[in-house]
């Protein structure tokens, strides 16, 4: 059984970061092209970053030199830091497996 669960979502003031996780078990993960989706309310869910079994990263504009998208093969994690985050980045952040497998997302809520 596929399963991707991600954590490290929460509550940030404009400006400050956050690390998201999202362990993988069940497939062979390292073979895999990762990514990060998100969804506003009201919005639809959007790619925010993917990286392949190779390490290339490819980012949304609007995360451009702010998020970055990584994995550790070892532990079967790919990663997503978030810097200099922004109150439109406010989203439940989903992992997504290339062939179509989903983590339950987490929340990232960032206000004053």
């Known amino acids: 059984q596929v399963q991707l669960v991600e954590s490290g979502g929460g509550l940030v003031q404009p400006g400050g970061s956050l690390r998201l996780s999202c362990a993988v078990s069940?497939?062979?993960?390292?073979?895999?092209?990762m990514g990060w989706y998100r969804q506003a309310p009201g919005k639809q869910r959007e790619l925010v970053a993917t990286?392949?079994?190779?390490?290339?990263?490819d980012y949304a504009d609007s995360v451009k030199g702010r998020f970055t998208i990584s994995r550790d093969n070892a532990k079967d994690t790919v990663y997503l830091q978030m810097n200099s985050l922004k109150p439109e980045d406010t989203a439940v952040y989903f992992c997504h497996q290339e062939f179509g497998y989903w983590g339950q997302g987490t929340q990232v809520t960032v206000s004053s």
């Open positions: 069940g497939l062979v993960f390292r073979v895999y092209t």
């Open positions: 990286i392949t079994s190779g390490g290339a990263t």
